[in-house]
């Protein structure tokens, strides 16, 4: 059953969703899970009538010449004819005016040699295999009247297999009989299989191609590349990634660039290259019209966190375009009747929307979505930019604001006014926070005793993962020395094993464990890798002396950890304070932690942000740098440029001239 004829409300839909993050492919994989998706040659085996739907780009010409070919070759019912009608080009001949399909069908049999009454007879027998594609993509008072005649020699003729494709079953005309099924979008499996067969078809030997399609799945693969892989279950987005991929064995880093590419293509080219022309006022708009119409609709749902919107409140958005925008000077009707020639213009003709249930629309992908609610943001008027930017930074501890504000910053010719107003926000959390703000004061403390050739602040998130038992990923983006543990410093190193020894412990005096022990034991066993303070050795000693020999019985160690375990844990924690400033307790509530991991977590974006392709001055990247995980003391007495009162200055003629 088709999408929009299922009935359910967009807060249905709304809710059912979860975690964004994961929306992007969940959205699609749940629709193919909740149908059946069967392989194409099987319906069509299975059913000698066929409608089938799907967007465009979907792969739905290519699966008719495709069956077409098959037949032909003898790879699937031979005993058939296969007859491919392409109606736009059929109407382009003008041959309609004086054939039916009957007709067309005897003209080819003729030309074939076979005599009329030979022809009727191989129909007859049921030995015809009618394509017929885009009914879509001709006039409406063209397809009423296709649509009688091939319901008429569907019946006449039923036993032969007729199979024709449309974008939508809306028509005007309904096939009586006929089956009607929806295109899958690729799955995971599909898209690499098809990764494999492009690139083994566009380089010169079957190595080469498997070595690039190879690089082009690991890619794609990445986390960074999830939005990507969203549009890689349309074919036509799928081919168009692949032919930017080959050129350089890598997707650009702007990844707006490929977002428009997409979108020049479903807006205007698709059609444009098929030679199909559409009816209707809607037609006559200029891409970049349609593009801002799209810009309020993305922007306006995603801004209240809607991905599931009612066909009402999309009509609501078109209708205020219309006559403010374009001043549409008409009657209420005609501007509601307007309004829903053009949502359906955006559904059918480009595939940007789609219909997920009665009345209830989304964007076909998360990410056309994220990219026009991001040039909505940087496109808008001069006087209210530095206003909507301050407002993009507020989100950046959202993690489903991320890809918007990664493209906002791609698109800007001068993105130092966001990174900094994104950095100030994150420095305000601190302020929030007194135990937040005393965790990092001792982070300066602890740095700058040390006297080590890393960034300051590539040392201060190590120390952070140490003290908060996170990642590393924010040491590791800052200073490239720690990806391995290998090249940090010995200092570094011993810090992060008596960590882990700390850890280790408060767990098995929670729980113990012999094997646990014995590991506890050896990684204890430091003097001979590091030379200690004498101070620190002696009392390290000492504290090592109370524990349980290893050859003691079992119950006997058990039992010791279980009495003494937690008082040993103090001390070793105590001792590492006074000898080394680790071991802090900071005892934070569960919300405070939570607050502690979104703070890292926006740092770590930030970052990341830094070393993107973007248009950001190496002054304001070494001022981010600087300040990353500081206190506030420390960023009050900083003498750089305070970032909140940061000047902005954009040309505005640069971004229009950016973004076609």
Known sequence: KPQHQIWSEASDLQESQGDLRKLRLARVQAKNKQKKVVAGINLVSKNNHLVILGQPGAGKTTFLKHLALQCSRGDYRPDLIPCFLELRSWLMEGRHET???LNYFLEQAKSSGLSREQALQLL???????????LDEISQE??????KDLNHFAQLYHKNKIIITCRSDEQLFHFQGFTYVEMSTLSREQIQAFARLWFGANTKNKKEGESKASKFIEELEKSENEPLLELGISPILLNLMCSVFLER????????KLYQTGLDILLKRWDQARGIERDGFYQNWSSRD?????CQIAAKNFEDQIYFFEADDVLAIIEDYLTNNLKVETDLESLWLTSKAILKSLQLQHGLLVENAKDVYSFSHLTFQEYFTARKIVTGPTKTLENELTKLACHIFEPRWREVILLSASMLPNADFLVRKMKSTIDNLVKEDSDLEKFLTFLDQKVKSLQLNYQEAAVKAFYFNLFSYRDLNLAMALDRDFVTMTNLSKELKLDSILARCLIDSINLAKHPDFNKFINLSFSLFIEDKFK??????????QLKSQLPLLDDDQEKILNWWQNEGNLWVDEFCNTLIKYRHLGYNWRLSAQQNNRWQIYYNANLFLVECLREDFQISSQVKQEIQETILCSGKKLNCSSSKSFADSSFQINRVNIKEKIP
């Open 249 to 256: 064995l890598s997707f650009p880093r702007k990844r707006a």
């Open 290 to 294: 349609k593009i801002k119409l799209l």
């Open 99 to 101: 054939t039916n399909l």
């Open 142 to 147: 063209e397809q009423e009247i296709l649509a």
């Open 532 to 541: 200690l303070d004498s101070d620190f050795q002696e009392a390290f000693q």
């Open 124 to 134: 007859e027998r049921g030995k015809g295999l009618f394509l017929v594609d885009g």
